[in-house]
């Protein structure tokens, strides 16, 4: 399941994203993804570590979101997932006065082949904390791992979720693990219609993309879920 936030959280999630321009939209020269997939929006969640304030006033919510959703003492360690959800898990236990760890996608090769690099001990409750889900496959992976070394890992983090691949939060839900955003991609849209970054064009584009992106990307000469499934 999802679990949204505040609608003023998302709002200002959504009008911050925007100002630094982590939220693109390009309808009429759609981006193309490594999946294939093609999308009239991208999103950038990585610039953020480049703007302090933003960086402060994403963490701060993101700290009352979780506190709110999950009680302020429900977690024992802060895990990022490799590697853009590093810098935010770190940030994130430093406010919640927590241990930090970090998952890496495959074990390390060499060494303890460790694929946790932290302490994590037996019993401990995790929260994993990525930038940016899209259909929340990742997080299966790092959940998998958390689990393996005995951690409880049933909540996971991101500050934007695309918010229109359903089938991805039913994999993750089945799994046993809830996510919780800041902002999704209709956040997005009403702070960019709110501010003028669209045209009504671009914004009828942008809806009949989250609308239905599995249409969208194949009229576009793109990929959709049951090519890369």
């Not at 505040?6 to 911050?16: H, M």
């Not at 996608?105 to 409750?125: L, M, Q, W, Y």
Request: aromatic share 8%; with cysteine; hydrophobic share 45%.
């Amino acid at each position: 399941m999802t679990t949204p936030g505040s609608p003023e959280r998302a709002r200002l999630t959504a009008r911050c994203l925007l100002q630094i321009e982590a939220l693109l939209f390009r309808p009429e020269n759609p981006f193309t993804f490594t999946s294939g997939r093609v999308s009239p929006v991208y999103v950038d969640c990585r610039k953020i570590i480049s703007f302090p304030r933003a960086r402060k006033a994403l963490m701060a919510m993101a700290v009352d979101q979780v506190g709110e959703a999950c009680g302020f003492e429900g977690f024992d360690v802060i895990a990022g997932g490799e590697t853009a959800g590093i810098p935010f898990a770190a940030w994130m236990a430093e406010r919640m006065g927590l241990p930090m760890a970090y998952v890496r996608k495959k074990p390390k090769g060499f060494g303890r082949n460790a694929r946790i690099e932290g302490v994590i001990a037996p019993s401990d409750r995790v929260l994993l904390v990525e930038d940016l889900a899209t259909d929340g496959g990742s997080k299966l992976g790092f959940v998998e791992a958390l689990r393996e070394a005995g951690a409880e890992a049933e909540h996971s983090f991101v500050i934007f979720h695309y918010g229109i691949f359903p089938e991805g939060i039913q994999r993750l839900s089945e799994a046993g693990v809830a996510l919780h955003a800041l902002a999704t991609w209709w956040d997005a849209l009403a702070a960019a219609e709110d501010l003028g970054h669209l045209d009504q064009k671009g914004l009828a584009a942008v809806k009949t993309f989250l609308e239905d992106p599995n249409g969208w990307s194949k009229a576009h000469g793109g990929k959709t879920s049951t090519d890369l499934t």
